[in-house]
Structures are given as C-alpha cells and as structure tokens.
C-alpha cells in the first residue's frame, strides 16, 4: 500500500486519538474555485493575525452544517458565494494560537465553492486581502502541508469534486 503524505497525517492524527489527547476543535473552510478560459483557480485570504495565506475559514455557529459554515464563512472573510459542494474533500490540521498564549489543535473540513458572485464589498474587505491564484500557486503560499495537498489535489477535476 501506497502512503500519500496526507494519509501518513491522517494516520498519525488516529494513532494520537487512539493514545490519548485533547481531541481537535472542528473548523469549515471554503475552497473558493472558478474557471478562468481553460485553467482552475482558487482564491486565498490573508489571515487577520499574522497575515498568512489561509482559506477562508471558521468555527460553527448554533446548529449551523459544516458546509454551512464554509459558504458562511466565504462571504464574511473573502466576499464570495456561490455553488458549495456538499461533501467535503479532506481535513487538514493546524495549531491555532489564541489571545491566551494556549494554541488550540483544529481539525479543518474543505468544501469546494465554485465562485458564482464576488462582491466587491464585504464584511472583512478592511481587515484581509484576497488574491486568485492556481492551485499550484496557491499549495506554495499556504503554510500547513496537509492544506496545500489537499489544494494540490484538487486541480483538473473540480466538477467530480464540488458535483
């Protein structure tokens, strides 16, 4: 059997659950996508804190679905909607630093979003950056290994992914 590096993540994330540990809080983010002529791409936001290369991302609010958050999400941090897959395409996993010092271990779900309106105003417009770039560009500019796979991965087949 072959170990691609994400399922090495993955297998070490169940072995840790498996020993014990703080289970990870669970994040949605949206992987904004849309067809420019006859390439893909995907669109980041810089993060509020540090100014990283992120998805747009967050916690679920009430009994909010995890696809529901991410549409949410891409709205409030990158202005975008659109046609959100309703099955995710993979987890990845990051240490959030919080106020407090502590650093939270998060679990993110990734749902395509296949950018249908992208409004040139929206509720963080002051606070981030958002830039389109290819998958390729994009794996490059995040910094968890496991984002930019699952990023990676996605390029030349996202209407079998976000159907």
């Known amino acids: ?21 703080n289970p990870p809080r669970v994040q949605a983010a949206a992987l904004p996508w849309r067809r420019e002529g006859d390439r893909i791409e995907v669109l980041l936001v810089t993060s509020r804190g540090t100014g990283r290369w992120v998805l747009p991302k967050g916690w679920p609010e ?33 240490g959030k630093e919080m106020e407090s010092g502590l650093t939270w271990r998060c679990e993110v779900a990734v749902f395509p979003l296949q950018v249908k309106r992208e409004a040139a105003r929206w509720p963080e417009k002051k606070e981030r950056t958002r830039r389109w770039v290819t998958p ?28």
């Open 1 to 21: 059997m072959i170990f691609t590096h994400a399922t090495r993540i993955g297998l070490t994330e169940r072995l840790r659950r498996l020993f014990g540990g």
């Open 136 to 163: 390729e560009e994009a794996a490059a500019m995040v910094k968890e290994p496991d984002l930019a796979g699952l990023i990676a991965a996605f390029d030349g087949h996202p209407r079998e992914i976000a159907a």
């Open 62 to 94: 009430a009994s909010e679905s995890l696809a529901g958050t991410a549409a949410r999400e891409a709205r409030e941090e990158a202005g975008v909607e659109g046609s959100m897959a309703k099955t995710e395409i993979g987890r990845y996993f990051y």
